[in-house]
T-cell receptor, first 111, second 113 residues
């Protein structure tokens, strides 16, 4: 039930954009996005719910395609602080709190 | 707000010993999660509680693992006996309600020799 993330790793220069994808083989109810810096705990970025509701930070955007069972995280005008590993967590049931996390996408932003 | 508190931050033990990891969730949160993170398997949910009741423990790898939440402000994850393959970073997280962000603790890095 673990979702698949792509790419596994990406290197960007400051100011460039990136897209991280999260695909599931099962119908999704919600998708959560987290970022983890090396040696630290994951930090919440965004939640997308079936039906279109979103909760998250203003500077980060994401989409949720229910038919394709996938979500994409859009990072625009990247900054050095965006570096880290991005995880999507998926829930497959209404009211489910348990998440299945993908293997992560390592993003490195260089000057 | 103190955030989620975990202890110890680091634990080194020998195979066969009992290990107890502790977690204090954010006050007022009613859901608590235990995760394990390794390079090979990524971030795995072990068990989660809602209002102190275990809801889903299907991620607990073996009977050697057990978790309790005696009250709303404390939870433990116990491994007995521990094995080298249990070496990982164990995170505790808490949230309020459903469809809300999970706040992760700093983690406990466990090394079993």
């Amino acid at each position: 039930q673990q979702p698949v993330q792509s790419p596994q790793a990406v290197i960007l220069r400051e100011g460039e954009d990136a897209v991280i994808n999260c695909s599931s083989s099962k119908a999704l109810y919600s998708v959560h996005w987290y970022r983890q810096k090396h040696g630290e705990a994951p930090v919440f970025l965004m939640i997308l719910l079936k039906g279109g509701e979103q909760k998250g930070h203003e500077k980060i955007s994401a989409s949720f395609n229910e038919k394709k069972q996938q979500s994409s995280l859009y990072l625009t005008a990247s900054q050095l602080s965006y570096s880290g590993t991005y995880f999507c967590g998926t829930a497959y049931q209404t009211g489910a709190n348990n998440l299945f996390f993908g293997t992560g996408t390592r993003l490195t932003v260089i000057p | 707000d103190a955030g989620v508190i975990q202890s110890p931050r680091h634990e080194v033990t020998e195979m066969g010993q009992e290990v107890t990891l502790r977690c204090k969730p954010i006050s007022g949160h009613n859901s608590l999660f235990w995760y394990r993170q390794t390079m090979m398997r990524g971030l795995e949910l072990l068990i989660y509680f809602n209002n102190n009741v275990p809801i889903d423990d299907s991620g607990m790898p073996e009977d050697r693992f057990s978790a309790k939440m005696p009250n709303a402000s404390f939870s433990t994850l116990k491994i007995q006996p521990s094995e080298p393959r249990d070496s990982a970073v164990y995170f505790c997280a808490s949230s309020l309600g459903v469809y809300n962000e999970q706040f992760f603790g700093p983690g406990t890095r466990l090394t079993v020799l």
